[in-house]
């Protein structure tokens, strides 16, 4: 008789540990609290075209990565966003183009310098140490008597919250590197994630127990294997389990452990960070821009709005290729900013609060070009998204290397593992393809161990 695996969780990672074990001959159920596959992997279709709710990006060697076998199946079109963009001062005036590619190329060299330094000399940095007090101190050193680049360079440098998912003066110095950009391109999905994911799921889901709007409550170890418990008070027998819930589920401790989980592992949990990263979609009655992105820093003339001064990064959907183009502008907000934004009671209050920011674009015109809807996540309000958006590396992190790999190793005699963009390698973590990547990694740990076992 195959053995019978639990996995719980139908997104990215689940779907792919399903995949793998599937291959092997495992008899497979997956338990997804949600009505639907996918998992943070979500679309809107208000505008009449889709838009991603999820993930948006393709990061670093398109087919080195191991999801991304996928997008050939899919038909998936991919785009780079370009370099023809724009940055507003303080004061909401746009900095000449050469300004603008000096300060940009200057934020990304003193980010990656931060990087490198901490690849160097993790063991003795102090945990407490974030990325933006590190580049501060470069800055001042380098430029002692230029206010202005150094005030340039760091407001440029807050942009990187929006990689991250979390203002970067939280982001660990001691552990940037994990924050390290895949190496090559990074590609927006302009046709949207539903097909890779249709792709991914095509060739499993008929071969597997789903079993939608199915909340798992309890995952109990005994000597033969592991029970699932269910919202209902059913409780279901099963070889070993993989759990590819959320980090923020496994924080919020939405799913009971007997026994408890083991305090090392519990400490990776607590450890790491759960970023705050959300996107707001606004559709206009035409594409009166002619750039591919805009970005607003420490903005002065919003005051009553938004007094913390926080920036915005825009991109442009209008650039996509058709079918694809349309008038819609991206915002991506993190930290207490998104959070300003997710509890607006509606969305009149919304569009008012983006209004200084879409208002200076050139060529925009008041009461020809007001928006006409607006599409927001609220990832930090879902409860089977563990209240965010991805993992990332908060300063006070003491071992978040150590952290991921305790994840990663799972309870082999517990019978019981874990899978998500928070167990991934170190270059995929935080993206779809890490998740995709962690799902097989699981699926490998539990096929050695039945091996042995059998």
């Known amino acids: ?63 080195q990565n191991s999801a991304l076998m996928y997008f050939k ?103 940037a590197f994990l924050e390290e950009p895949s190496p090559g391109e990074n590609l927006f999905v302009a046709s949207g994630f539903a097909s890779i994911l249709q792709s991914m799921a095509s060739e499993v889901l008929d071969k597997v127990d789903l079993r939608l709007s199915t909340p798992v409550v309890g995952v109990h170890t005994f000597d033969n294997g592991v029970n699932i418990t269910l919202t209902a008070g059913q409780s279901i027998a099963f070889d ?27 400490s990776a949990v607590d450890s790491l960070g759960y970023g705050r990263l959300e996107k707001v979609y606004i559709k206009f009655p035409r594409q009166f821009w002619n750039l591919d992105y805009f970005e607003f820093f420490s903005p002065e003339y919003a005051p009553d709005s938004n007094p913390e001064k926080w920036p915005m990064s825009v991109i442009s959907l209008a650039h996509l290729p058709e079918p694809y183009s349309q008038p819609v502008l991206l915002w991506y907000l993190y930290g207490d900013m998104s959070q300003k934004v997710v509890n607006m009671q509606n969305d009149r209050e919304k569009i008012a609060f983006f209004e200084p920011y879409f208002s200076r674009i050139s060529g925009y015109e008041h009461g020809c070009d007001d928006p006409e809807a607006i599409v927001c996540t609220s990832w ?75």
């Open 240 to 266: 070993a389990a993989v759990v590819a819930a959320p980090l923020g589920a496994l924080k919020k401790r939405t799913i009971a452990f007997r026994p408890e989980l083991p305090s090392r592992l519990l």
């Open 73 to 175: 199946d899919a038909s998936v079109a991919l785009h780079d966003i370009g370099s023809s963009g724009t940055i507003f001062s303080p004061s909401g005036k746009q900095y000449p183009p050469e300004k603008v590619n000096y300060i940009e190329e200057f934020m990304w060299e003193y980010v990656d310098e931060a990087i490198e330094y901490s690849k160097a000399h993790t063991a003795t940095i102090d945990p407490d140490m974030s990325l933006y007090t590190y580049v501060e101190k470069i800055v001042t050193d380098r430029y002692p008597d230029n206010a202005e680049i150094r005030e340039q360079i760091l407001m440029a440098t807050r942009i990187f919250g929006f990689y991250i998912g979390e203002d970067v003066t939280k982001q660990s110095l001691k552990f």
């Open 380 to 454: 930090s309000k879902d409860t089977y998204a563990g209240y965010g958006s991805y993992s990332c590396f908060t300063t006070g992190l003491k071992e978040g290397d150590k952290d991921i790999q305790e994840l990663r190793r799972g309870l082999p005699k517990r019978k019981v593992w874990f899978a998500g963009e928070h167990c991934s390698d170190v270059l995929q973590l935080g993206t779809v393809g890490g998740a995709y990547g962690s799902g097989t990694h699981a699926a490998k740990l539990i096929v050695e161990q039945f091996a042995c076992k059998n």
């Open 1 to 63: 008789m195959s053995p019978k695996i639990a996995i719980i969780g139908a997104g990215t990672a689940g779907i792919s540990c399903a995949r793998s074990l599937v291959e092997y001959g495992f008899d497979v159920t997956i338990f997804e609290a949600r009505e639907r596959i996918g998992g943070r992997i979500h679309v809107s279709n208000v505008f009449g075209k889709p838009v991603d709710l999820g993930p948006n990006w393709m990061h670093g060697d398109t087919f």
